[in-house]
């Protein structure tokens, strides 16, 4: 990708240059020059970053198109007769990268407004104080800006399976670019995305088959919901493998074979490696300018900055609480500590997260396990509740719900809040400002609740 013309009339001297223009990049360049800062923005790829162009926002418009489906499929519970209903893929595809085209216009539209000069290329770091702009990443400097802080916020990348066959492959960022999916699918992995894109593919017709090396899925999660998901996951259709490993693809596009550690082989359309992501330190320039990496990734300190006091980073590349809200107020944070002169700090402690599978899990706090190796099983109380909700009542199918406290004994404080079902991101959300200001089981207890409602229960339960 050619460098911009309007770069050619760009200043090289900036108070801050940001590599990277993902949710952490973007935060803390519009954040520094609404406090005045000179700031410049590198970036070769679309503006946006993982989150809006290949992530979060078209990943949750793929969970809304498979949910769409699923109410049709109970519309007779209600009695509603819905007939000769077709779904085409292909058309929810093409609607979701024309969703990301709008965003995309959005943020360029929203850098300029805040003053940020966009510079299109490749960058590295050339010095403490200076990055080489390139035409293609690692390639010849076509340009080169001297700035006296420097943002390093590439974010992650998904990592692929050395395997044989694993160009044949698809990884996650490939699932928004498909014209359609297949007939069936093997997903491989455990985690949050393999979990996601199983329960999509599912939801939108497609046979899906999960193959996962460990014993569990949702790892760092806690388990019994993790359980939960499980169940609906397997309810749904999804045959999920434990304890196996793909260890070859074989075939050709379309028409593959998953050959599976123990000599098992799982014919299909395609194959979905999502065995995690890993930071994108690749032709930063990082020796050049003497950032330390630990263990694949960049090192900061409690205010983002690494080893070199002149240069920061925020976000994936840091490999600690991957999350797009995470990342943009790190970004945030650090341009209000230079640029604005407050001293605020991102508490890593306390984030909430969320499985959009189905069902979808969501939580704030430590879990069951988490709470037992911090406190010992003694000094906690476990409350839960797991029911059917009201709007699987007449269709007479799908999961449970199940909604759990996590509280410590002495103190009765909420540590962990927990929730598997229908709208779980959405009620965790809200009771994630009551467990940040340190609710206890007697504040949740005479809240009003709100009847009939799955989240009543947080405030009912025993």
């Known amino acids: 990708m050619a460098v911009s013309p309007r770069s050619a009339d760009v200043s090289p001297t900036f108070d801050l240059v940001v590599i990277g223009a993902g949710s952490g990049g973007l935060a803390a360049a519009k954040r520094a020059a609404r406090h005045g800062a000179k700031v410049a923005l590198v970036e070769g790829d679309r503006v946006g970053g993982t989150c809006v162009v290949r992530g979060c926002v078209p990943k949750k418009l793929l969970v809304y198109g498979a949910q769409a489906r699923d109410q049709l499929q109970d519309a007779a519970a209600y009695g509603l007769q819905v007939d000769g209903v077709t779904s085409d893929v292909d058309v929810l595809l093409e609607r979701v990268r024309q969703e990301v085209d709008r965003l995309n216009a959005l943020h360029l539209d929203f850098l300029e407004r805040a003053g940020v000069q966009l510079i299109r290329g490749w960058g590295r770091l050339t010095g403490s104080h200076a990055v080489g702009v390139s035409d293609i990443r690692g390639g010849d400097l076509v340009q080169e800006l001297s700035a006296q802080r420097i943002l390093i916020a590439v974010g992650g990348r998904p990592n692929r399976l050395a395997i044989p066959g694993n160009d044949l492959a698809w990884l996650s960022d490939d699932m928004f670019l498909q014209e359609t999916y297949p007939s069936s699918v093997v997903v491989v992995g455990a985690g949050f995305i393999a979990c996601e894109f199983a329960c999509i593919l599912r939801g939108l017709g497609v046979e899906v088959t999960q193959v996962v090396r460990g014993p569990r899925l949702l790892r760092g999660f806690d388990a019994e919901l993790a359980d939960a998901v499980l169940d609906g996951m397997r309810e749904s259709g999804i045959a999920v493998r434990f304890e196996q490993q793909v260890a070859a693809i074989e075939g050709e596009p379309g028409q593959l074979t998953a050959v599976l550690d123990g000599g098992d082989r799982v014919a299909c359309g395609g194959v979905l490696l999502a065995t995690g992501r890993h930071p994108w330190l690749d032709d ?179």
């Open 284 to 462: 930063l320039g990082l020796d050049t300018a003497g950032v330390q990496v630990q263990q694949g990734r960049i090192v900061v300190d409690d205010n983002q900055v690494t080893s070199v006091p002149e240069i920061y980073a925020v976000g994936d590349v840091t490999d600690r609480v991957n999350l797009t809200p995470v990342a943009i107020d790190e970004g945030r944070a650090l341009a209000d500590r230079l640029f604005a002169g407050l001293d605020r700090r991102v508490d890593h402690e306390l984030v909430a997260m969320a499985v959009f599978s189905s069902p979808e899990l969501a939580s704030i706090g430590l879990s069951e396990d988490q709470a037992i190796e911090r406190q010992g099983k003694e000094a906690i109380e476990i409350h839960r509740a797991r029911f059917r909700s009201m709007d699987r009542a007449l269709p007479g199918s799908g999961p449970r719900c199940l909604l759990k406290l996590v509280i410590d004994r002495a103190s009765q404080r909420v540590l962990g809040c927990h929730m598997v079902g229908a709208h779980a991101a959405e009620i965790i959300q809200m009771a994630a400002v009551a467990v940040s200001m340190g609710a206890t089981k007697a504040d949740f207890d005479r809240t009003m609740a709100l009847h009939p409602t799955v989240a009543e229960e947080f405030v009912t339960m025993q």
